[in-house]
């Protein structure tokens, strides 16, 4: 006689939602919200400038749907200090009004940028990469990885029988400069995931990106042949290079000046974070025309042909404190984000009839690594 068949039925178990309102299918403006038994988290809050409109317009995720839905977070974690994750934080927040959790160098920049917008910094909160929290329903373990910008952070959260991967921005690269490379054994610890969040920038390119430990050797190289003034742009969130600069301008008897208010903002916060410890001592941009043109190193904002920036007033021979001419160079260690092409070609243009040489990513691209995986 047959056995009766048991019907084992799988229980349903609440779902986990994944709501994206930025960042994905295009570049800039990370905004993600995971949602359990009707609670939300939201993981980034940044923001994109658009070089090709008038003005440059600072956009930030559309939260509509949040306000249909009626939803709002009960925290936002911050994975790291990129403008592209955090650049909206000072706009959108205050109608949240949640805790922020953040890696201290990003709440260190949060914080400047919320008393810029006359906001309390009491809700950001700071963690340190490979520890925990826990928000109810969800539990989140902050991973850490390397980036262009230090204590970059990939986050497991867990909720319910769920576990996701979301990995923010990241690369894998033996000697990022600031920072431990990534460990394998914690990623590989973590399986099985439901689900992975990936960053896709430069998924669909082949190889690997090359090393920031790698630029710095290439940009002390070419530093030290160039006779003239040096101008180097660079993002200025992109500290590892920053810290690159510096160092090579020392070990070539130059001395370092910065330009951009950016710039100034992100080596003041990082320094007092104690990131460039081993960074020469800045030389005022006024002072620099009392230096021989040989030991002049400028670390500049403005690589995009962002229309306010240091390097396009350096360009048009607006800048009260250093003009450029035959002799010097300008080198851009940073790569075209798509869209500012234009921009930047405009300003290349500018700076052609000056005499200056130009070093960008067509001429030399050893002096750029993305921080994002081939
Ligand atoms: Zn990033």
């Not at 317009?57 to 249909?68: A, E, G, K, Y």
């Not at 989140?140 to 990885?145: D, E, K, Q, S, T």
């Amino acid at each position: 006689m047959p056995k009766p068949r048991v019907q084992v039925r799988p229980r349903r178990r609440p779902a986990l939602h994944f709501l994206p309102l930025g960042g994905c299918g295009e570049i800039g403006m990370n905004l993600g919200l995971y949602g359990y038994e009707g609670s939300w988290v939201a993981v980034d809050c940044g923001m994109m400038i658009r070089q090709d409109l008038p003005n440059s317009p600072l956009q930030v995720p559309n939260l509509d749907t949040l306000t249909t839905l009626g939803i709002v977070p009960q925290a936002l974690i911050i994975t790291h200090g990129h403008e592209d994750h955090i650049g909206a934080a000072a706009w959108l927040w205050p109608k949240w009004g949640c805790p922020i959790h953040a890696t201290p160098l990003a709440a260190g920049l949060l914080r400047a940028k919320f008393s810029e917008r006359g906001l309390k910094p009491d809700a950001i909160r700071v963690i340190e990469p490979g520890e925990a929290i826990e928000c109810e329903p969800f539990a989140l373990r902050f991973l850490p990885v390397t980036h262009s910008i230090p204590e970059s952070c990939a986050l497991l959260l867990s909720a319910g029988e769920y576990r996701v991967l979301h990995t923010g921005d990241w690369k894998l690269d033996p000697e990022p400069l600031i920072g431990p490379p990534i460990a394998p054994a914690t990623f590989r610890a973590l399986a099985p995931v439901d689900l992975v969040v990936g960053d896709s920038t430069n998924a669909p390119m082949p190889g690997h990106s090359r090393s920031e430990g790698e630029v710095a050797e290439a940009l002390e190289r070419t530093i030290a042949r160039c006779e003239g003034r040096v101008v180097v742009s660079c993002f200025a969130s992109n500290l590892a290079r920053v810290l690159a600069i510096g160092r090579a301008a020392q070990r070539c008897g130059r001395r370092v000046s910065l330009m951009g208010r950016s710039m100034e903002r992100m080596v003041a916060v990082a320094r007092g974070l104690g990131y460039l410890d081993d960074f020469p001592p800045l030389v005022p941009s006024d002072d620099l025309g009392y230096l021989p043109p040989e030991e002049v190193l400028v670390i500049a904002t403005g690589s995009q042909g962002e229309p306010r920036a240091a390097l396009q007033r350096l360009s048009r021979g607006r800048h009260r404190s250093l003009e450029l001419g035959t002799g010097d160079s300008v080198i851009f260690s940073a790569k075209a984000i798509p869209g500012n092409e234009l921009l930047i070609e405009r300003l290349k243009a500018g700076l052609k009839p000056l005499g200056v040489d130009i070093l960008d990513e067509f001429n030399h691209p050893e002096l750029h690594a993305s921080g994002h995986p081939a």
